[in-house]
Protein backbone atom coordinates (compact mmCIF):
# COMPACT_ATOMS: atom_id res chain seq x y z
CA UNK A 1 0.00 0.00 0.00
CA UNK A 2 1.52 3.46 -1.31
CA UNK A 3 1.70 5.70 1.26
CA UNK A 4 -0.37 9.34 1.26
CA UNK A 5 1.93 11.77 0.74
CA UNK A 6 0.95 15.47 2.44
CA UNK A 7 1.90 18.26 0.10
CA UNK A 8 1.19 20.76 2.60
CA UNK A 9 2.95 19.15 5.71
CA UNK A 10 5.79 19.00 3.38
CA UNK A 11 5.78 22.76 2.13
CA UNK A 12 5.72 23.53 5.86
CA UNK A 13 8.51 21.52 6.87
CA UNK A 14 10.77 23.45 4.12
CA UNK A 15 9.68 26.64 5.04
CA UNK A 16 10.69 25.33 8.97
CA UNK A 17 14.27 24.16 7.50
CA UNK A 18 14.48 27.12 5.86
CA UNK A 19 14.07 29.16 8.73
CA UNK A 20 16.29 26.75 11.03
CA UNK A 21 19.13 27.57 8.11
CA UNK A 22 18.91 31.42 8.44
CA UNK A 23 19.10 31.50 11.75
CA UNK A 24 21.93 29.51 11.56
CA UNK A 25 21.28 26.11 13.30
CA UNK A 26 20.62 23.67 10.35
CA UNK A 27 21.87 22.93 6.80
CA UNK A 28 19.65 22.52 3.75
CA UNK A 29 19.67 19.35 1.33
CA UNK A 30 21.31 20.45 -1.71
CA UNK A 31 21.99 18.34 -5.16
CA UNK A 32 24.81 18.86 -7.61
CA UNK A 33 23.79 17.57 -11.11
CA UNK A 34 26.16 16.55 -13.03
CA UNK A 35 27.31 17.66 -16.67
CA UNK A 36 26.04 15.45 -19.79
CA UNK A 37 28.53 14.10 -21.87
CA UNK A 38 28.30 16.06 -25.25
CA UNK A 39 25.56 16.08 -27.28
CA UNK A 40 27.75 14.13 -30.11
CA UNK A 41 28.33 11.41 -27.58
CA UNK A 42 25.01 10.95 -26.56
CA UNK A 43 23.81 10.76 -30.32
CA UNK A 44 26.49 8.37 -31.14
CA UNK A 45 25.36 6.00 -28.37
CA UNK A 46 21.57 5.80 -29.62
CA UNK A 47 22.72 5.32 -32.63
CA UNK A 48 21.03 8.25 -34.26
CA UNK A 49 21.46 10.63 -37.06
CA UNK A 50 22.05 14.23 -36.23
CA UNK A 51 18.41 14.80 -37.79
CA UNK A 52 16.65 11.58 -35.88
CA UNK A 53 18.70 13.40 -32.76
CA UNK A 54 17.14 16.97 -33.52
CA UNK A 55 13.46 15.57 -33.85
CA UNK A 56 14.42 14.29 -30.50
CA UNK A 57 15.21 16.81 -28.67
CA UNK A 58 12.74 19.11 -30.35
CA UNK A 59 15.63 21.30 -32.01
CA UNK A 60 16.88 22.18 -35.33
CA UNK A 61 20.04 20.07 -36.92
CA UNK A 62 21.82 23.23 -37.20
CA UNK A 63 21.28 23.84 -33.35
CA UNK A 64 22.93 19.85 -33.14
CA UNK A 65 25.69 21.12 -35.86
CA UNK A 66 26.24 24.25 -33.19
CA UNK A 67 26.44 21.80 -29.99
CA UNK A 68 29.01 19.11 -31.59
CA UNK A 69 30.97 21.51 -33.17
CA UNK A 70 31.19 23.51 -30.25
CA UNK A 71 29.72 26.91 -31.47
CA UNK A 72 26.68 26.75 -28.64
CA UNK A 73 26.12 24.91 -25.70
CA UNK A 74 22.97 23.16 -24.55
CA UNK A 75 21.20 25.30 -22.24
CA UNK A 76 18.08 24.76 -20.01
CA UNK A 77 15.64 21.99 -20.66
CA UNK A 78 17.71 20.54 -23.91
CA UNK A 79 20.46 20.16 -20.94
CA UNK A 80 18.39 18.66 -18.78
CA UNK A 81 16.87 16.07 -21.72
CA UNK A 82 20.22 15.06 -22.74
CA UNK A 83 21.58 14.05 -18.94
CA UNK A 84 18.01 11.94 -18.82
CA UNK A 85 18.90 11.05 -22.03
CA UNK A 86 22.30 9.77 -20.84
CA UNK A 87 21.70 8.37 -17.49
CA UNK A 88 18.36 6.37 -18.76
CA UNK A 89 18.58 5.71 -22.69
CA UNK A 90 15.55 3.24 -22.03
CA UNK A 91 13.11 6.01 -21.95
CA UNK A 92 14.38 7.07 -25.31
CA UNK A 93 14.23 3.12 -26.53
CA UNK A 94 10.09 3.78 -25.55
CA UNK A 95 9.31 6.52 -27.82
CA UNK A 96 11.28 4.73 -30.74
Do not use: C, Y
Amino acid sequence: MMNERDIGQEILDGLDEIKAFKAGKGKLKTTVLSEPSPAKEIREKLQLSQSAFASFMGVSVRTIQDWEQGRRNPQGPAKALLRVVEQHPEVFESLR
